[in-house]
């Protein structure tokens, strides 16, 4: 069979069949040549000659119909070896391309115990129930189900399962194209670059990518923000009943919310990017200044990012102003610059 090539086209077969054949063709003339000589030769042959020669054309022509045949049926073993061929082909590709399964229940690759995606090392009880690393020590190698010793022989068969799993990225409809090991995939959700944000509009639905987001707000809410330049004072008034106040970046198109939450003799003020927690998407750091006419108070922190407003107190990142500042306005008027990296953090 490895003498056959699955392509078919010049694999030698052919023109052996055809030199076998001219061979054949050659041999008969040469046996007619001999007869004519022989006839020729001896002009009174007797009828017995005849009948020879007669039975030597039978022979020769059930030779020919016998090497036909024989013919026939090598064209038919090749036919059939080169579907063959074809068919351990197709598999072979088969088994080096990937295969796409769908788990109808994804926790059977969680832990059952803390219920957190397995990880290399696995085990198991002698029953076959299955504990991470970190499980076995906290039930003090006693399995919650069985009560059988676990955390001393290996589950090869799981651990084999984890270690060639690939999960696409939950953010993949946005963008991201990763695929990571099952039991890293909550590492990478946490830093994807794609996590949706939220638009910090009132009563806008609108979610995606950052970019496609502040593009969304440049467009969608133009008359609802505040534009600023990076490393320039700007003064703005903060309606403490309003809570959430938008900026946006005129160039890059960042989009930055200032809150305030009033407390009971203080007001917060905080300041976050609407991005993600991705390390390649910038930090940026802010300053904050509250003047009167017998203080001045100033601060500067860095600007924490979010993915989506929400109304609580925050634990960092904000400006305490105490009530006695506010004059009893309900607006709160400050002094912000906003800029790249931790350039206000000490001023």
Request: net charge negative; hydrophobic share 30%.
């Amino acid at each position: 069979m490895a003498r056959f090539s699955v392509c078919g086209g010049d694999d030698g077969e052919g023109p052996s069949n055809n030199n076998h054949q001219s061979r054949k063709r050659q041999r008969l003339p040469s046996i007619d040549e001999n007869e004519e000589d022989a006839e020729t030769s001896d002009n009174g042959s007797s009828g017995e000659e005849d009948e020879e020669e007669t039975q030597n054309r039978g022979m020769r022509t059930e030779s020919e119909d016998r090497e036909s045949t024989s013919d026939d049926s090598d064209r038919e073993v090749l036919i059939e070896e080169r579907r063959f061929g074809k068919f351990v082909n197709s598999q072979s590709s088969s088994k080096d391309s990937h295969l796409s399964v769908t788990l109808l229940d994804p926790d059977v690759l969680d832990c059952p115990i803390c219920c957190e995606p397995l990880k290399i090392p696995i085990f198991q009880c002698d029953n076959g129930h299955l504990a991470c690393t970190l499980c076995c020590t906290k039930v003090r190698n006693r399995c919650p189900s069985c009560t059988l010793p676990i955390g001393y022989v290996r589950c090869r068969a799981m651990e084999k399962v984890i270690e060639t799993s690939r999960v696409s990225c939950i953010n993949a409809k946005y963008g991201c194209k990763e695929n990571t090991v099952y039991g890293n995939r909550f590492s990478h959700e946490k830093v994807c670059v794609f996590t949706p944000c939220s638009c910090p509009i009132v009563d806008c639905n609108y979610s995606g990518y950052y970019k496609d987001l502040n593009n969304h707000v440049r467009a969608e809410h133009k008359d609802e923000l505040i534009s600023f330049v990076w490393n320039t004072r700007l003064t703005i008034s903060l309606d403490l009943n309003e809570k959430t106040t938008v900026l946006q970046e005129e160039n890059d198109g960042h989009v930055i919310v200032v809150q305030v939450f009033k407390a009971l003799h203080a007001v917060y003020v905080s300041v976050s990017c609407i991005a993600p927690l991705a390390p390649g998407v910038g930090k940026f750091s802010c300053s904050l200044t509250k003047v009167t006419v017998d203080s001045l108070l100033k601060q500067g922190f860095m600007v924490k990012n979010i993915q989506k407003v929400l109304n609580e107190l925050p634990e960092d990142g904000f400006m305490l102003i105490p009530s006695y500042l506010l004059s009893g306005n309900e607006n709160l008027n400050l002094q912000t610059w906003i800029g790249r990296g931790r350039v206000f953090v000490h001023s």
